[in-house]
């Protein structure tokens, strides 16, 4: 009788109490789990992981994976700013196309040289372009003149012991000032160098060509022909 009385009735209720416990404990674990993310989310500083899975709580001080592309885009900047100014400095060579040949234009021809742009362009009488050339103008201090001019003698060649160089087909368009090729040295070598700078200004005051476009003028260009530099 003890036994089975113990079975049926005693034995069940003391389960029930041990299961009570430990409900009763793991309510405790939730509501210590709980209080704990709430200190976590008033003091997400203090807790790099949490602020990690919450960037908007996280401390001004902190990193966010938002900040990171502008940081990206600081740092590459200079790269970018760099490969601009390195572009910038190639120069350009190329040159608008002939609207007329020279066989087919209208007389008489004129010359207009840009010192903005370092090009010689030649116009027939109707503001068609019959050739365009790159060239290099004036230095600071020793600048190509404006104003109006006209061509005035040629010659295939000089040398300049002054300036200890010359230049091949020049065309004079006011006193010492020339269109002529690229400068030669004293053993009539062309200088590389100076050929490297065409479209930028490299010369004394005179107008430098290629030896091709320099010929072009020495041939084509008569003597009375208005030039204008601006």
Avoid at 22 to 31: G, N
Avoid at 133 to 141: A, D, L, P
Avoid at 178 to 196: C, G
Wanted: net charge positive; with cysteine.
């Amino acid at each position: 009788m003890r036994m089975s009385y113990y079975y049926r009735i005693l034995h069940p209720i003391k389960r029930g109490r041990n299961n009570r416990k430990k409900h009763i404990c793991v309510v405790i674990a939730i509501l210590l789990i709980a209080a704990g993310v709430s200190v976590l989310a008033e003091n997400p500083g203090k807790n790099h992981m949490f602020a990690a899975i919450s960037p908007k709580l996280a401390s001004p001080g902190a990193s966010s994976a938002k900040s990171t592309p502008s940081a990206a885009k600081n740092e590459s900047a200079p790269l970018a700013a760099r490969q601009s100014s390195v572009a910038s400095s190639k120069i350009d060579m190329a040159t608008a196309p002939a609207q007329v040949s020279l066989e087919k234009a209208d007389l008489p021809l004129r010359i207009y040289v840009s010192i903005n742009q370092q090009r010689v362009t030649v116009y027939d009488s109707n503001g068609l372009i019959v050739k365009q050339f790159v060239c290099s103008t004036g230095t600071e201090g020793s600048e190509t003149p404006v104003g109006t001019f006209r061509i005035l003698m040629k010659g295939k060649s000089f040398y300049s012991k002054s300036v200890g160089e010359g230049g091949y087909y020049w065309t004079q368009f006011k006193g010492d000032y020339l269109f002529h090729s690229i400068p030669f040295d004293q053993n009539y070598k062309l200088k590389p160098e100076e050929a490297a700078k065409l479209g930028t200004p490299a010369s004394h005051g005179c107008v430098r060509l290629s030896i091709k476009d320099a010929k072009w003028i020495y041939d084509n260009i008569s003597r009375g022909t208005v030039v204008t530099i601006k």
